[in-house]
């Protein structure tokens, strides 16, 4: 027969052995959204725009990323057009192990451009942005973690 002692530090290191078999973190962070504003923008993709040389007009825009999925005219030979990219989210996501969402779709990011005779004068973009803390055992080196996108 075990001592009683034997029997809890017995299931105490065999609960530490599961633990450090878990990758999974405690924490929470928080999907929102976030609007950017840029002056003679270009890029790879509509929702990420970069600048390059070359990509300043409606024909480089078109031959880039397609016909956009809105358009909107304006006076003064001014046009807006606007591309959809991935679902935008808003809400939190707790981490307990897994990540549980509790976020809701809000739209989709989307890059809205403005042309004045066919040259792009800026950009806004409408993106999700990521932010939170999480705690771990195999995390950053002091075993937590702050993020933010």
Do not use: K
Request: charged share 20%; glycine share 8%.
């Amino acid at each position: 027969m075990q001592a009683p002692w034997c029997r809890i530090w017995t299931r105490a290191a065999l609960l530490l052995a599961l633990a450090t078999l878990l990758s999974g973190c405690v924490g929470i962070s928080y999907l929102g959204t976030t609007t950017i504003d840029e002056a003679h923008p270009a890029g790879e993709e509509p929702f990420r725009p970069v600048r390059r040389p070359g990509m300043d007009t409606a024909e480089a825009l078109l031959m880039r990323f397609g016909e956009p999925d809105e358009r909107e005219l304006l006076s003064d030979s001014r046009e807006l057009w606007t591309y959809d990219n991935r679902l935008r989210w808003n809400g939190l996501v707790v981490f307990v192990i897994i990540p549980i969402p509790l976020a809701i779709p809000v739209g989709y990011e989307t890059s809205t451009y403005h042309l004045r005779d066919g040259v792009v004068e800026n950009v806004i973009r409408v993106v999700q942005t990521w932010r939170g803390c999480a705690c771990g055992i195999f995390m950053h080196e002091s075993g937590c973690l702050c993020f933010h996108e």
